[in-house]
């Protein structure tokens, strides 16, 4: 008599819990295919916008990566080739010259190359950038803004949620298609205002 | 025709006048007379796509891997380097993301917000672990899980704690759920990542703070084997409540118990169910009367859980970016800096929204939260209620088991139990 009981508990058990199984299941492939519907076949990136971006310097040291993946992008067509230039030489530097003490950039990241009369070019040390963005404030502010901050992928471990993005006071950064990972502002903010 | 050509002509004018605005620089980009070329601005490629199809193919094979191992093999060496297998892979490799217990805030967020397109590799990475949990139990904790395989190889000297106690911090992984439900569906943060304790071990960076609970949480668990998937980690408690289901599940003996006793202090996690005597049944009417009484307090644990959510949801909405901004632009505080206007304020001026826009933006995010708080109240006012009762319930066992919820199948008891399986064949 127990032992039937015993035998008839265990059935019911069983049959609770494929119950449960079968719904659990059920409810698994809905919410599956109700999101396949919702995904993406391309993968995106971080991405951040340089036309919102403030230059606050937090890319440099939020990032999980030391140092960031947030890097100085120099956009050579919207270079002027300046001999001062803003990005490359602090407001106070005494003379134009490659001079520790007149460079803005506080890794030495930028190489500066005379080309011809007046006329220097600007190369950005991607191994020396901490992407603190005081060439790319000084460039927007006094020249043509061809400095640019950007995520750079080859370094980007691409996290599910960027802890840059989450720090960044402009919400500048976003998910972008992979076909192009990368965003340049065409123009320099302060010509967008006016 | 002659129409047409106008038209095309009138289009380029105009194109080349946008091109111009666009163009117009402070500066000109000069025209070299000493034949030098420009070098084109460097732009490195992203990781390929292929590799994410990878992960996804890694993670069913060291499923399947596992699971075998545990089912069919029942060798406790091979789950043991299968962890060490995942924490090179999804760990140091693949730098901890994305990863299963993450990936239920890319669901969440993808359920409230049209706007959010998830990657196909968050969904597989949610719903697989699950599905085979629902088969196998929880194998995916066993040797897959990046998070739990670092702390299962750190587990040297476990040590028993009080049911009471472990009880009481098995509700957390609960609240801990409910809080990044309520954070990823309302677009606040991703708490799990945000507070991922040994991401920041995998990449060998993390911050002072991150690296100390880590490591705290590593040297607790040379003596509390794996503290956080026991009483922290959110996915965990998922596949606690699947697994309770599984339609197979990892046994400690090959055939049938012979009652030795001596897997009992061999599970390092307390998951197995000691035998409960028949003698030590209760009458009937008690019992009864006991479920009565609980039936009216689950729903009144409920609504006080709710009630109290609800109370806090301004709490809980401070820690959204846009509240915290309408906040400190009310109050004029300035996130506390005194010498610069803040980088918030600075940002929100120059990107022209009004201040009323904000505030009627943010009013609608902490009315969501409303809703939200009472909604987790709720949630934890339930567990409260179940985890009540479940102390209370008696299921009567003959033999030594392993507790299909709170197991995570690394068959340590495996090899404690000296019943061996040829005995079976034997007695045939």
Request: charged content about 20%; overall charge positive; glycine content about 6%.
């Amino acid at each position: 008599m127990a032992k039937k009981e015993k035998k008839k508990d265990l059935n019911r058990r069983a049959f609770i819990d494929r119950g449960f199984r079968f719904s659990i299941g059920l409810g698994l492939t809905g919410l599956g295919v109700g999101l396949y519907k919702r995904s993406r076949a391309k993968e995106y990136v971080w991405q951040l916008d340089p036309a919102k971006c403030i230059q606050c310097g937090r890319c440099a040291t939020s990032c999980i990566m030391t140092p960031s993946a947030v890097k100085c992008f120099h956009v050579y067509d919207m270079c002027g080739y300046c001999d001062l230039c803003g990005g490359y030489f602090r407001p106070e530097a005494k003379n134009l010259t490659t001079a520790a003490e007149n460079q803005l950039c506080p890794t030495a990241a930028i190489e500066r190359k005379f080309i011809e009369e007046p006329f220097f070019e600007y190369h950005i040390i991607e191994e020396l950038c901490i992407g603190c963005a005081k060439c790319v404030k000084g460039c927007g502010a006094f020249g043509n803004g061809s400095l640019q901050l950007q995520v750079n992928h080859r370094l980007c471990v691409d996290c599910n949620e960027c802890s840059i993005a989450r720090d960044c006071p402009a919400d500048a950064f976003e998910r972008v298609s992979i076909d192009s990972p990368y965003i340049f502002a065409g123009f320099s903010k302060e010509e967008n205002k006016s | 025709m002659k129409k047409k050509i106008a038209t095309i002509l009138l289009l380029a004018i105009i194109s080349l006048q946008v091109y111009n605005i666009y163009a117009i620089q402070r500066f000109p980009k000069p025209e070299f007379e000493s034949g030098h070329t420009q070098p084109p601005t460097v732009t490195p490629d992203p990781r390929a796509q292929a590799l994410d199809i990878l992960d996804t193919f890694v993670l069913v094979a060291a499923l399947s891997v596992v699971t075998w191992l545990v089912i069919k093999k029942r060798s406790r060496k091979g789950v043991f380097w299968m962890s060490v297998f995942a924490v090179l892979y999804f760990g140091f490799f693949r730098e901890g993301c994305i990863c299963s217990v993450g990936s239920l805030q890319n669901i969440t967020l993808a359920l409230f917000n049209p706007e959010y397109s998830i990657p196909l590799t968050a969904i597989a990475f949610f719903i697989l672990p699950i599905v085979y949990t629902l088969f196998f139990g929880r194998t995916f904790c066993a040797g897959v899980c990046p998070l739990g395989t670092l702390q299962d190889i750190f587990a040297l000297k476990p040590m028993s704690i009080k049911t009471w106690l472990e009880k009481v911090l098995g509700i957390i992984p609960f609240i801990y759920l409910g809080l990044a439900i309520l954070y990823a569906a309302t677009s606040t943060d991703f708490i799990i990542c945000r507070y991922d304790p040994f991401v920041g071990f995998f990449r060998f960076d993390a911050t002072f703070m991150m690296f100390s609970i880590g490591g705290v949480l590593l040297l607790t668990g040379i003596f509390i084997a794996r503290p956080y998937c026991r009483f922290l980690c959110p996915y965990g408690a998922l596949l606690n409540l699947v697994s309770r289901f599984s339609k197979k599940h990892i046994t400690i003996t090959p055939t049938e118990c012979i009652q030795c006793r001596l897997c009992e202090d061999s599970c390092p996690f307390e998951a197995i169910d000691k035998p409960v005597l028949l003698k030590e049944k209760e009458e009937r009417p008690i019992a009864v009367r006991r479920f009565l009484m609980y039936t009216i307090i689950i729903p009144v644990l409920i609504l006080i859980g709710g009630y109290t959510g609800s109370q806090f949801h301004e709490n809980l909405a401070s820690v959204n970016t846009k509240v915290r901004l309408a906040n400190e632009l009310l109050n004029e505080t300035n996130y506390g800096e005194t010498e610069q206007e803040a980088f918030e304020i600075t940002a929100f001026k120059a990107a022209g929204q009004s201040k009323e826009e904000l505030y009627n933006e943010v009013a609608a995010i902490i009315k969501k939260f409303y809703i939200g708080g009472w909604i987790l109240g709720g949630f934890i006012g339930l567990v409260f209620g179940l985890t009540l009762v479940s102390l209370t319930i008696f299921k009567y066992r003959e033999d030594y088991t392993p507790n299909k919820g709170t197991c995570l199948s690394c068959a340590r008891c495996v090899d404690y139990c000296p019943v061996l399986p040829e005995v079976k064949t034997e007695l045939q």
